[in-house]
């Protein structure tokens, strides 16, 4: 693997279920999607604050494109601010009497042309909300904003809280594809701390399963999830009346799915699904 960003790190954490190290050597290629998942509590969040700066390790180090952003032994360690960094966090975090427009404005390098503020309202729809303030505005608008003011400052990597999680699940699934729209167009690395599988299989290049502290599985998010029986491979389509039987392997097993006949053009033989 190309290394971009090379993350080799300990960090003491106090967690509900107690004291254990977040001890964590991980590699990440530019360009890549990476889904960072696993139990509350087992350091994801933590992680995600050691590579933007707002934390530091208590030993390892952090290096961007072999620049170091932080080295525990020689005591290097680069501000917030000087990392090419946009995190977006589960509560949006919004200045409350800002508008939109001044969010973004406030977020902005000082040295950029304030076209870059109209630019990205422009390309995350959000024209017609530019003079709001955030209590006017949806949850989803207000996740939308939060990534425009993460994007603004025209980041290398882009990290990600469970962004969506208090969203529905219409507007969690438009968000997604906005999160993958952005990432190719920006060229962003990106990671994305999440639960939810769905998300894990429709946005990330590679899933890393953290579990207190430590990562305990890594690779392509269909192996890794298709660990949890969620994942199935059509064998067979047959379409009786108004249905379509599907027969479908799962974990070595079949197993039987009748859907309306309007969905048989959605699928084919071979096929590997995913299954709530």
């Known amino acids: 693997m190309n290394r971009y960003l090379s993350i080799h790190i300990k960090k003491e954490l106090h967690t509900a279920e107690g004291r254990f190290p977040l001890s964590v050597q991980l590699d990440i290629e530019k360009g890549e999607f990476v889904a960072l998942t696993g139990p509350?509590?087992?350091g994801k969040t933590t992680l995600l604050r050691l590579i933007a700066g707002l934390t530091k390790s208590d030993q390892g180090q952090i290096l961007f494109n072999d620049t170091v952003w932080s080295d525990h032994s020689k005591q290097q360690?680069?501000?917030p601010q000087k990392r090419s960094i946009g995190f977006v966090f589960q509560d949006y975090a919004l200045f409350p009497n800002m508008t939109v427009q001044q969010n973004l404005t406030f977020a902005l390098d000082?040295?950029?042309p304030s076209s870059?503020?109209?630019n990205?309202?422009?390309m995350i729809d959000l024209t017609a909300l530019a003079n709001r303030f955030p209590h006017q505005l949806s949850g989803g608008q207000q996740q939308r904003v939060a990534l425009a003011r993460a994007l603004v400052r025209k980041p290398k990597i882009l990290l990600l809280d469970e962004p969506l999680s208090a969203l529905d699940t219409a507007m969690r699934e438009r968000?997604?594809?906005d999160l993958k729209r952005l990432h190719e167009d920006y060229k962003?690395?990106?990671i994305l701390v999440t639960h939810n599988e769905k998300e894990i299989f429709k946005l990330a290049d590679r899933a890393i399963v953290l579990e207190t502290g430590k990562i305990i599985d890594k690779g392509n998010p269909e192996d890794i999830l298709s660990k949890k029986g969620i994942f199935a491979t059509i064998q067979k389509m047959e379409i009786d009346g108004k249905n379509v039987k599907l027969t479908c392997?799962?974990?070595g097993d079949l197993l039987t799915l009748i859907l309306p006949n309007k969905m048989a053009e959605k699928y084919q033989v071979g096929e590997v699904i995913f299954i709530n």
């Open 40 to 42: 509350s509590g087992s």
């Open 249 to 251: 392997q799962r974990n």
């Open 116 to 118: 870059e503020v109209e």
């Open 110 to 112: 000082k040295s950029a």
């Open 77 to 79: 360690f680069l501000p």
């Open 120 to 122: 990205i309202i422009e």
């Open 175 to 177: 968000l997604q594809d």
């Open 188 to 190: 962003l690395t990106t």
